[in-house]
């Protein structure tokens, strides 16, 4: 079984260093990027002990010292997953939108509150780092508008927690669990019409 992977390559001491982050795992979704991959490039190593134009002027003699802490220390972790975050997050979040579309316009009842709770926890726990944001972006509405909405339903009791540690009341985990299954018969039947 393979999984799409999103890639960030650099060279860093004259080695290939290929940074990864898998989308869409089956066992659940990974926070941070999962994958280091580092090569030795023969073919520039070459050219540079040749006197030709290597990518990195002190390439040959830091490449055959191999995979070494200050190798490790200089590879740039946190440049690859703010390259990689925004879509990584895109494609991971964005069967949730489908599933969970449409989204109450007005939010009144427990039930449109249980909705909008269920669509905020599915958020962060599909590895959503702005989960309010993206909720506004799906919606056209403001971000004050959503979290007006997520603080009502926390004190309705609905939404229990904050951020990684959100979920929905268990009193009310029947209906979020009607929703679930009223919002996939739809999207079964909506896709099967096309």
């Known amino acids: ?38 090569d030795f490039d023969a073919s520039d190593y070459a050219l540079a002990q040749a ?69 905020y926890v599915a958020l962060v726990n599909g590895s959503s780092v702005e989960p309010i944001k993206r909720l506004a972006e799906w919606t056209g509405e403001s971000v004050d508008t959503w979290s007006a909405r997520l603080r009502r339903a926390r004190t309705k009791g609905i939404l229990l927690g904050t951020g990684r540690k959100a979920r929905i009341a268990p009193e009310h985990q029947a209906v979020a669990n009607d929703l679930w299954n009223e919002r996939r018969a739809e999207n079964g039947r909506s896709s099967g019409d096309q």
């Not at 999103?6 to 869409?24: F, K």
């Not at 449409?102 to 909008?116: A, F, G």
Request: proline content about 5%.
């Open 51 to 119: 006197g030709e134009t290597g990518t990195d002027t002190y390439a040959p003699a830091k490449a055959l010292d191999g995979i070494t802490t200050s190798l490790l220390r200089a590879i740039p972790m946190a440049h690859a997953r703010a390259l990689m975050r925004e879509r990584h997050e895109q494609l991971t979040v964005g069967g949730l939108r489908q599933e969970l579309s449409p989204l109450p316009s007005r939010v009144e009842s427990d039930r449109d509150y249980v909705h909008i709770s269920m669509a």
């Open 1 to 38: 079984m393979t999984f799409k992977v999103l890639w960030a390559r650099y060279r860093v001491h004259g080695l290939n260093v290929s940074i990864g982050w898998t989308v869409g795992h089956i066992m659940g979704d990974f926070r941070e990027p999962n994958k280091l991959r580092i």
